[in-house]
T-cell receptor, first 112, second 113 residues
Framework: DAKTTQPPSMDCAEGRAANLPCNHSTISGNEYVYWYRQIHSQGPQYIIHGLKNNETNEMASLIITEDRKSSTLILPHATLRDTAVYYCIVRLRMDSSYKLIFGSGTRLLVRP | SAVISQKPSRDICQRGTSLTIQCQVDSQVTMMFWYRQQPGQSLTLIATANQGSEATYESGFVIDKFPISRPNLTFSTLTVSNMSPEDSSIYLC??????????FGPGTRLTVL
């Protein structure tokens, strides 16, 4: 019961910004949005996460709408190595921790 | 960050047999999880490995099929029992490291003939 919706695939040109959208309309007030990516045959790699403010790190920026029902992951200057499946995940609270339930993700192809 | 290793990295097994997958972390972690990724699919959470107690399984997964152990803070095993071709998947270990976040291992690629 993934709580996110993503387009199945996208592409962008190398050197351009890649903007990956995600809908999470049923998100609760204390649930975080996480982004991971999975390069072919490897374990998922953490990218970024946020609650309600926009976030930026060395890999990407995360823009969360004011109503928190959607977000966008931005890779500012995509490279060929950014070709991967990108997962937008809503972190679900457990008793003493939380669990990450993966949706189907977006397959991003960066073109030369 | 936590460095996670899994053994074996891949295996080919016969129907009806069992395989135990090991997950070792280089530092103490609070939580450990096991995921399955079937061919061409996303990751599905199998269970939370609890130290010193029975694992907590997600809907559709049972202990008889996927027994899990976690004897200490850095090690866990997942056994895939009485395997069938439908169990062919990548099995991934994931850990929650204190103040560092959630990390994933490289996965174990299992093929059942």
């Amino acid at each position: 019961d993934a709580k996110t919706t993503q387009p199945p695939s996208m592409d962008c040109a190398e050197g351009r910004a890649a903007n990956l959208p995600c809908n999470h309309s049923t998100i609760s007030g204390n649930e975080y949005v996480y982004w991971y990516r999975q390069i072919h045959s490897q374990g998922p790699q953490y990218i970024i996460h946020g609650l309600k403010n926009n976030e930026t790190n060395e890999m990407a920026s995360l823009i969360i709408t004011e109503d928190r029902k959607s977000s966008t992951l931005i890779l500012p200057h995509a490279t060929l190595r950014d070709t991967a499946v990108y997962y937008c995940i809503v972190r679900l609270r457990m008793d003493s921790s939380y669990k990450l339930i993966f949706g189907s993700g977006t397959r991003l192809l960066v073109r030369p | 960050s936590a460095v996670i290793s899994q053994k074996p990295s891949r295996d080919i097994c016969q129907r009806g047999t069992s395989l135990t997958i090991q997950c070792q972390v280089d530092s103490q972690v609070t939580m450990m999880f096991w995921y399955r990724q079937q061919p061409g699919q996303s990751l599905t959470l199998i269970a939370t490995a609890n130290q010193g107690s029975e694992a907590t399984y997600e809907s559709g997964f049972v202990i008889d099929k996927f027994p899990i152990s976690r004897p200490n803070l850095t090690f866990s095993t997942l056994t895939v029992s009485n395997m069938s071709p439908e169990d062919s998947s990548i099995y991934l270990c994931s850990v929650e490291a204190v103040a560092s976040g959630r990390f994933f291992g490289p996965g174990t690629r299992l093929t059942v003939l």
